[in-house]
């Protein structure tokens, strides 16, 4: 069995071919759009979809070529439904549905959060259930993942989302886009001991998350030193590893909260699972390999290439979708906001996303 996954939903164009049997992943290509969006110091929604517009067909093509298949020997066409940027997926929509209605194949409209969410599936065989911490710039989720489609919301940040914290940390420190990366890097010269930065919701129950206060200590911090131009080397590696540490604490802090929950509704789940682009840090996986240890746990984290958005987790999700039957109507219509729990409350604030 073969798939097609295209991911449109961000800044990055990308397409996968992913079958059952080793290697799973044929083909796996990402066109970053960072070199458009780095003036901005941020993703425009526009020039990002205009992008994924001018280059998708292309590229899609190529994936194909470098799995050494064509459109003939796929079992089905898998494409980010949402949630995203609305004006990238509805072009990766359109693609999917057009390849599917042309060769007659199951189409599956993937929420790309079950993309993250299954990623550890496709690369470590990890069996149902589990807990999973998704991190990313528009994501911070605590869930029980059950089974395919089925997940457990247990909390979710109710301002701005870790990703989003270390984007907007890396600005006020005057550093490059995106931020996860270069915080990271400038925090390995750092003392995050010498200027301190709270660490929200320590101490209190429960398992959601806040940042929104972080980045205002941390602009204060900035400020009391003249502003990013006037700030020291020593300064902005020291400040880069305070925020570092205050983000890897409180996700750390409130993933143990989760554990117990888990724990307690399902006594034999062996495995946290932490995905989407922030567990590319190697300081969060450290602590998060530390907390499972302590609870009788093992940490999984994909590799870092399959923790940012790529086209490879969509295909497998579709894999995944369509031996469970659940496969997609061509009237599917692209969404913004795709909760992967509907039960879970909405949550409200400055950030949020689902």
Request: hydrophobic share 45%; charged share 20%; net charge neutral.
């Amino acid at each position: 069995m073969l798939i097609l996954g295209i991911e449109t939903s961000c800044d990055e164009t990308a397409a996968a071919v992913v079958g059952e049997s080793a290697p799973r992943i044929r083909a796996n290509l990402v066109l970053s759009q960072l070199e458009e969006h780095r003036p901005f110091g941020g993703i425009v929604p526009e020039i990002a979809a205009r992008a994924h517009l001018a280059h998708l067909d292309r590229l899609v093509q190529q994936t194909l070529e470098t799995a050494g298949v064509g459109f003939g020997d796929l079992d089905a066409v898998a494409a980010t439904g949402g949630p995203g940027l609305i004006g990238g997926v509805i072009v990766g929509v359109t693609l999917g549905k057009a390849v599917a209605l042309a060769r007659g194949l199951p189409f599956l409209a993937i929420n790309h959060l079950e993309g993250h969410a299954l990623t550890a599936r496709l690369t470590d065989d990890v069996s149902f259930p589990y807990l999973l911490l998704l991190v990313s710039g528009g994501h911070c989720q605590l869930l029980i993942a059950e089974g395919v489609g089925r997940y457990r919301r247990l909390g979710t940040t109710i301002d701005d989302a870790a990703g989003e914290c270390f984007d907007k940390g890396a600005k006020l420190l005057g550093l490059g886009f995106p931020g996860g990366p270069e915080i990271e890097r400038h925090a390995r010269d750092g003392d995050s001991r010498r200027i301190p930065l709270p660490r929200p919701l320590k101490g209190r129950p429960g398992c959601d998350f806040s940042f929104s206060g972080l980045k205002t200590a941390l602009r204060e911090a900035v400020a009391e030193r003249g502003g990013a131009a006037a700030l020291a080397p020593r300064d902005v590696a020291d400040l880069a590893a305070s925020l570092q540490a205050a983000i890897g604490d409180s996700l750390t802090e409130r993933t143990g909260h989760a554990i117990e929950v888990f724990r307690r509704r399902h006594p034999k789940g062996s495995h946290l699972v932490v995905a989407g682009g922030v567990a590319a840090n190697r300081v969060l996986r450290g602590s998060l390999a530390g907390l499972a240890a302590r609870h009788g746990l093992e940490l999984v984290a994909p590799p870092p290439e399959l923790c940012t958005d790529n086209g490879a987790m969509i295909a497998w999700a579709g894999l995944e979708r369509l031996k469970a039957g659940l496969v997609d109507g061509l009237d599917f219509a692209p969404r913004p906001r795709w909760p992967l729990d509907p039960a879970a409350p909405r949550a409200r604030g400055a950030g949020v996303k689902a």
